[in-house]
C-alpha cells in the first residue's frame, strides 16, 4: 500500500506543477535489494494509477520516477571514506525525494542525507518503525514516529485534511498540544502483503504487542493459539524438530528453483534472450522461499546450516557432489551450480551492491565469453559449459559475474534476519537457536514474521524461544528523540 501511496502523492505534486516544469524527483533505499524491490514495486503501481485518463495524463506518467537507486550512491559514496560527494555545500539536485525503509538509515548516514537535500525540496520517508532498527547507530525512523499511533494532529490540521479531502480525522487522534513534527507524519494501518485477520497479521500483531506470553494458559499460550488455531490456516504453519504442515506441492522450498533449473535450461544454441529469461526465472523461484535465523554460529546459525541445507539438497540429487563442503561463508569455497550468494560489500568495478543476490548457473562458453549470439561453429569443438554467476541489475538486465572475481560473498541458503530486511517473500522458514539469547527481541521477530507475504513457519529447537522474544525489546537512542521534544 505504501507504494502506491506515494505514487499517488507524487502524481498530485507533479500534476500541480505542470508538463512544462516538471520536478525532479529521485527514489532511493538503504541497501540493494530493497532498491530492486521498490524499483519492481513502482513499475506495477504505476500501471494501476489509470493516469492515462487523466489531462496530460501521458506526460506525467513520463515525469514520474521509475528507477530507485541506493542512499550512497544517490549521495555518491566515495571509496576509502566516510564523506559523499554531496552535501551541505553540494546539493542533490531534487525537488523531491522519497527514500523507502527508511528503518535501515542509521543516524550518521541521516545527517549526511539531510545535509545534502536542498532546504526548498520535500523529504518523504517510508518504512515501519517496528523493524528492527540500523545496524549502526541510532534508531532514526522509530524516534520520529514513535507518537505516530496516536496521531497528536492539532484541530487546525483536522480542519485543513477535511477542507482538501473530505475526510475526518477521528476525534481520538486529534490533540490541541500536538507537536509540530507530528502534522508531518503519517501511519498506514492497513497491510496490503497480508490481512490484519490473517495467521501471520495476527501473528506478527501478537509478537509486536509482546502478548506472546501473556496468556493465562501458559507461557506461550497466546502465541500458540494464533499458530494452531488460526482460521487461515494456509498462512501460518508451526515446523517443529524438521516437521511442516505447509503443502508440499505449493511451498517446496529451494528444490523449486532447483528442479526448474535443471528442467527448464534452454538448449545450448539458443539466443542470449532466452539464457536471460532462465535465469530471471531461476532467480525469481529462488526468492519466493527463504530460511531466516538469528545468529551465525551454533547448530542452527547461518554457518551450520547453510553447510546443512547444501548437503541435505546434495543428498536428494538437486546439487552436485561436493556442494555440501561449501555450505559455509566462505566466498571462495567450491563453487557449484545452483549455489545462491549474497553481495557482503559494496563493489563498484562489478556494479553490486551489499544485499545482492545472486545464483551460479552454468551457461555455454559463448555467452560467458560476451558474446551477442551463439555462432554456427560453437559446439562443434565440444566446449563444455561454464560456471557464471547471475544477478539482476536495476533495469532487470542479467548480469553474468566470473565467480573469483566476487570476493565478498556468502552462501545464501540461509540469511540473517539483518540481511532480509526490505525483501519479501511468499514463504519464510524463522530458525531460532536453541539457546535464549538477549539478541532475540521482539524487532527481530517482528521483521521475520514480516517477510512473509502466504507462509510463515517456525523452526524453534527449545519451545518458548519465540514467545521470550516477544518480551525482550530493543532499546537504544542516538539522543534524537530530546532533541524532538524541542523542536519548533
Same mark, same amino acid.
Given at each position: 500500500g505504501?507504494t ?9 505534486l507533479q500534476?500541480?506543477q505542470?508538463?512544462e ?13 530493497a532498491?530492486?524491490r ?16 487523466l ?6 506518467r ?12 544517490l ?14 555545500r ?5 525537488d523531491?525525494l ?12 541521516m ?21 528492527l532498527?540500523?545496524v549502526?547507530a541510532?534508531?532514526?525512523?522509530g524516534e520520529?514516529?514513535?507518537r ?10 483536522a ?7 473530505g ?16 502534522q ?6 492497513e497491510?496490503?502483503?497480508f ?9 506478527a500483531?501478537?509478537?509486536n504487542a ?13 502465541l ?10 494456509a498462512?501460518?504453519k ?11 506441492d505449493?511451498?517446496?522450498?529451494y528444490?523449486?528453483?532447483l528442479?526448474?533449473l535443471r ?16 535465469? &530471471?526465472?531461476?532467480? %525469481? +523461484?529462488?526468492?519466493?522461499?527463504? @530460511? /531466516?535465523? #538469528?545468529?551465525?554460529?551454533?547448530p542452527? !546459525?547461518l =554457518?551450520t546450516?547453510? &553447510?546443512?541445507?547444501? %548437503? +541435505?539438497l546434495?543428498?536428494?540429487? @538437486? /546439487?552436485? #557432489? ?5 555450505? !559455509?561463508? =566462505?566466498?571462495h569455497g ?19 551492491i551489499? !544485499? ?5 548457473l552454468a551457461v555455454?562458453?559463448w ?14 569443438? !565440444?566446449?563444455?559449459?561454464?560456471l ?20 565478498a560473498?556468502?552462501t545464501a ?10 525483501s ?13 539469547s538477549?539478541?532475540l527481541?521482539?524487532e527481530?521477530?517482528?521483521t521475520a ?10 523452526l ?19 539522543g ?9
Open positions: 505504501k502506491t501511496t506515494v505514487l499517488r502523492l507524487l502524481a498530485l500534476g500541480l505542470g508538463p516544469d516538471p520536478l525532479r524527483i529521485r527514489l532511493a533505499a538503504p541497501t540493494g535489494k532498491a530492486a521498490l524499483n519492481a514495486s513502482v513499475s506495477g503501481a504505476l500501471d494501476r494509477l489509470g493516469l492515462e485518463t489531462p496530460d495524463g501521458d506526460a506525467l513520463r515525469n514520474l520516477p521509475a528507477e530507485v537507486v541506493t542512499v550512497h550512491r549521495l555518491g559514496a566515495r571509496p576509502d571514506t566516510r564523506h559523499f560527494r554531496h552535501g551541505a553540494n546539493p542533490l539536485a531534487v523531491v522519497v527514500v523507502d525503509e527508511a528503518s535501515m538509515i542509521d543516524l550518521e548516514l545527517a549526511s542525507l539531510i545535509e545534502a537535500v536542498p532546504r526548498t525540496a520535500r523529504l518523504i520517508l517510508l518504512g515501519d518503525r517496528d523493524q532498527a540500523s549502526e541510532g534508531a532514526v525512523l520520529l514516529c514513535h505516530a499511533a496516536g496521531g497528536h494532529y492539532t484541530p487546525s490540521t480542519q485543513w485534511l477535511e477542507a482538501v479531502t475526510m475526518t480525522v477521528p476525534q481520538a487522534m486529534q490533540d490541541a498540544n500536538g507537536q509540530a513534527l507530528d508531518h507524519i503519517v501511519m498506514l494501518r497491510s496490503h502483503r490481512g490484519a485477520d490473517s495467521g501471520i497479521g495476527r501473528l500483531a501478537a509478537v509482546g502478548e506472546a506470553s501473556s496468556g493465562a494458559g501458559g507461557d506461550d499460550a497466546v500458540q493459539s494464533v499458530l494452531a488455531g488460526s482460521e487461515d490456516p498462512l501460518v508451526l515446523a517443529v524438530d524438521g516437521r511442516t504442515d505447509t503443502p508440499e505449493e511451498a517446496v522450498g528444490s523449486g528453483y528442479q526448474g528442467a527448464a535450461r534452454p538448449a545450448p544454441a539458443v539466443p542470449r534472450a532466452a539464457w536471460e529469461d532462465w535465469a &530471471r526465472d531461476v532467480l %525469481a +523461484a529462488h526468492g519466493r522461499f527463504q @530460511l /531466516l535465523c #538469528a545468529v551465525r554460529r551454533g542452527w !546459525g =554457518e546450516l547453510n &553447510r546443512r541445507i547444501a %548437503a +541435505a546434495q543428498a536428494r540429487g @538437486l /546439487l552436485e #557432489a561436493d556442494a555440501g563442503r561449501s555450505g !559455509g561463508s =566462505e566466498g567450491p563453487w557449484f551450480e545452483g549455489r545462491p550468494v549474497i553481495v557482503t560489500r559494496n563493489d563498484d568495478a562489478l556494479g553490486l551489499n !544485499g545482492d543476490i545472486g545464483i551460479a555455454p562458453a555467452l560467458a565469453r560476451g558474446e551477442p549470439e551463439a555462432g554456427a561453429d560453437v559446439h562443434e569443438d !565440444g566446449e563444455p559449459p561454464v557464471r554467476v547471475a544477478f539482476l541489475a536495476g533495469d532487470d538486465r542479467v548480469r553474468w559475474v566470473l565467480p573469483n572475481r566476487l570476493e560473498v556468502e541458503f540461509a540469511l540473517t534476519v539483518h540481511k532480509a530486511q526490505g519479501e517473500f511468499e514463504h519464510v522458514a524463522l530458525v531460532l537457536p536453541e539457546v535464549d538477549p539478541i527481541t521482539r527481530l521477530a517482528y514474521i514480516t517477510r512473509a507475504s502466504r507462509w510463515f513457519s517456525l524453534e529447537p527449545r519451545a518458548g524461544t519465540l514467545a521470550a522474544a516477544s518480551q525482550r525489546q530493543i532499546r537504544r537512542s542516538g534524537l528523540r530530546g532533541w524532538l521534544r524541542d523542536f519548533p
